[in-house]
């Protein structure tokens, strides 16, 4: 299959991952969202890297993606951190609902 | 074959997008976890079809297990918080009434020329294009090592891992400085509460499985110069090996005292600076190794990152409680 359609399917994660990123106040499922995001984001990034054909793939966007691994297990360890904190302030993990009264 | 081949991908992606919209809109937080774990995975086998089997390496360690860890923890912590604060068990309520509908609809309908901006932009793409796989193989000789991912990470583009490292110490300071919550029950109590009727065959476990996943991160630590492998995916394996501890409610706390804790979380960020400034003395150029030495201080420089990933990881996963021993 060529690359372009795991492209197309990181396209699609990343558009899922941002509409569950919108429409859910509970904030554990939006950090859920942002890795799924992040993932079709990598996922894209990969796929154009296999574009040489029979070549082997560019190393570079690999490299990437696993400092970007990594990076994110950090970034949701601090979001569920910052979670736990509200959670245990308010006594409720999801967002307020701001709307005017 | 590549009908098979095809057939194969076509049904990869689809039960990734599958998977991704099942675990964001499932209405129990668990299965959510739980569904997002099984994405992971299934991500780790789109890397090997990829031809990305270092990434996938990372995204089985990392990516399903330990993301999926750290995930239950925060979820077990939150439904003992919300015990005692509020009826709310983490299961949410269905979007049934009329906002939040209309919300699903305005989101989805504005997120479409999002959709099709990302699509037109990528097969607008040239469908040939090499990037930089030809130079990198140019130099793949004077950079100490034979697997062209682990020469971009530890020396072409080093400084990206010198900063990723960085990020991780600070992930795990901005934790440890908010202090600690309250929780009812700590992981370690956790592990040995609900745990405790099988404590043998679990006990058995982590005596088999502990030594073999040392094993398994040094192999990958050692491999990595010419083969799959690296600092990142040996020290998510040693983390791992850490969670085990943890879970299996280990005096993993006698052993690494705050002090040897936070000497070896930051051994991997103070070797690189340093070998970044001398390298800058020496070469005249930031992480720029002199390639009959490359080999080995790239080892060193993996060693001790290894160690320094695996411990703040396994810190991380802990939370805010590693600082009190």
Redesign the interface.
């Known amino acids: ?1 060529s ?7 990181g ?10 990123l ?5 904030l ?2 939006k ?3 942002i ?2 995001m992040g ?1 079709g984001v ?3 990034l ?8 029979d ?13 970007g ?10 979001a ?6 509200l ?2 302030e308010t ?3 999801t967002l307020p609902d701001d709307s005017p009264e | 074959m590549t009908l098979l ?2 057939g194969f ?2 049904l990869l ?1 689809l039960g ?2 599958g998977l ?2 099942k ?3 499932s209405t129990d ?1 668990f299965s ?2 739980a569904l ?1 774990i099984a ?1 992971g995975l299934l ?1 780790a086998l ?2 090997v ?4 089997p ?2 996938a390496l ?2 089985a360690a ?2 399903a297990g ?2 999926g860890a ?2 239950l923890a ?2 077990a ?2 439904r003992g ?2 015990g005692n ?2 009826s ?1 068990t ?1 299961v ?1 309520e269905a ?1 049934n009434n009329i906002d ?1 509908r209309l ?2 609809w305005l ?2 309908i504005l ?1 479409l020329p ?2 099709f901006g ?2 037109y932009g ?2 607008s ?9 030809a130079e ?2 140019a130099n793949l000789a004077a950079s100490g090592v034979s697997n ?2 682990t ?3 530890l020396n ?2 080093a400084y ?2 010198l900063l ?1 490292v960085f ?2 110490l ?3 300071i ?2 440890w400085s ?1 202090g600690s ?2 929780f009812n029950r700590s992981i370690e109590t956790i592990g040995k509460t609900s745990l405790e009727t099988t404590s043998s065959v679990l006990d058995t476990l982590v005596y088999l499985l502990v030594p073999v996943l040392m094993m398994v991160a040094a192999y990958l630590l050692w491999v990595g110069a010419h083969a799959p492998g ?1 600092a ?1 995916q040996a020290g ?1 394996v040693l983390a791992a090996a850490c969670v085990l501890l943890l879970l299996a409610g280990w005096p993993l706390h006698r052993l690494l005292t705050a002090m040897r804790l936070r000497l070896l979380a930051v051994a991997g960020p103070v070797v690189f600076v340093s070998m970044a400034a001398y390298s800058l003395i020496a070469e005249g150029a930031l992480l720029q190794f002199p390639p009959e030495h490359a080999g080995t201080l790239i080892l060193l420089l993996e060693t001790v990152a290894a160690l320094s ?1 695996a411990v ?2 396994a810190a ?2 802990s ?2 409680q590693g600082q009190h021993e």
Do not use: C, Y
Request: proline content about 3%.
């Open positions: 299959m690359s372009f359609s795991f492209a197309l399917a396209i699609g994660l990343f558009v899922l991952g941002l509409h569950a919108i429409v859910h106040a509970h554990l499922r950090i859920l969202a890795n799924i993932s990598s996922l894209v990969v796929a154009l890297a296999r574009r040489g054909g070549a082997l793939p560019d190393a570079v966007p690999h490299a990437m993606v696993i400092t691994i990594v990076v994110a297990v950090s970034a949701t360890a601090l569920l951190v910052l979670m736990l904190k959670a245990a006594g409720s993990a | 081949a095809w991908d076509g992606l990734l997008l991704a919209w675990a964001l809109n937080l959510a976890i997002f994405f991500m789109v890397w079809r990829l031809e990305a270092d990434i990372a995204e990392i990516g330990l993301s750290l995930l925060a979820l912590r939150l918080m919300e604060v509020t709310n983490g949410e979007p939040a919300v699903q989101s989805a997120l999002v959709l990302l699509v990528v097969l793409l040239p469908g040939n294009a090499v990037g930089l796989s990198i193989n062209p991912v020469a971009v990470l072409f583009r990206d891992t990723e990020v991780l600070l992930a795990l901005a934790i908010m919550i309250q690296g990142f998510s990933i703040t990881l991380l996963f939370g805010g």
